[in-house]
């Protein structure tokens, strides 16, 4: 009884310490709640895109509720927020401005889906594969850098989420997952025109028809979606006569993680063609023409020149 009497006596003389010690349980509570909600959620859903909305949703959530707690503890009243913040944004929006950023980010991020885990980004000079999105960092398999095209490099970059404010990002992935690629065949002056291009046009369909089939519906959907005119996604093939050789250019649609495979297969296709050809196509390289040999001075050993 005494010990009680003397923790109300202590109280009374230490409001100031009271509050924030309960401050301080209500925060170590609400952390406790998003941990125990997160874990529940990860037993009980058993899909993982929606799995991981709702464990990210809670952590949200959480936060939320303990910067209304801040504001409520430490100014007295919830309806003076605007004049909490005013207050609080002199002091601290210096230090911590990339942290604000980040966090404004990640909301901005999951409102107006920028991007989500799974897709192909470039952000900021980097380009990879979102893996996870949190409250301050975007987490990317990274792609390219000393890897060619589109392979993993094998590092994992951690990336501000403050970045969607500073520039432009680039998804391969969200609305239209594919992208249009182009194959340049020199082919040497004399071959059979007509040929070649029924070999690289009927190899370019044939190969490339599952993505020209899916990526119809895709395009008119993205149509309707954003003010933009329609395109061709058939593959096209354009021809342009250079000095050295005939230039064909094919322009394809691809699946956009398949660019590279999907390009060696047309260039394998397509050599064995034009070499089954019995030189009807033959390939160009750069050649050089000599037009006049200069006059060439041999001196002897008596001193004649011819």
Known sequence: MESLDYLKTWMTEHATATELLKYLLWVVVIVLGISFLRRLLKRRLPDISVRYKAQKGVEIIGYLFIILLTISYFTGNIQDFTLAIGLLTAGITITLQELILSIAGSFYIFLVRVYKPGDRIEINGIKGDVIDVDSIYTTMMEIGEWVSSDNYSGRIVKLSNA???????????????????????????????????????????????????????KWQ????????????????????????WMQFNLRYIVDYKKRRMTKHLLNEKIGKAFLASEEKVRLASATFEIVQIPPVKIQTGDNSAT
């Open 163 to 217: 970045f969607v404010f500073k520039g432009p990002i680039y998804n391969y992935s969200q609305d239209f997952p594919f992208v249009w690629d182009e194959l340049t065949l020199p082919i040497r002056y004399g071959s059979d025109v007509e040929l070649a291009k029924s070999i690289v046009v009927e190899i370019a369909t044939e190969t490339l028809s599952d993505y020209v089939n899916q990526s119809i519906e």
């Open 221 to 244: 959907e993205v149509v309707k979606k954003y003010y933009i005119e329609d395109a061709v996604v058939n593959p096209t093939l354009a021809i342009t006569m250079t000095d050295n």
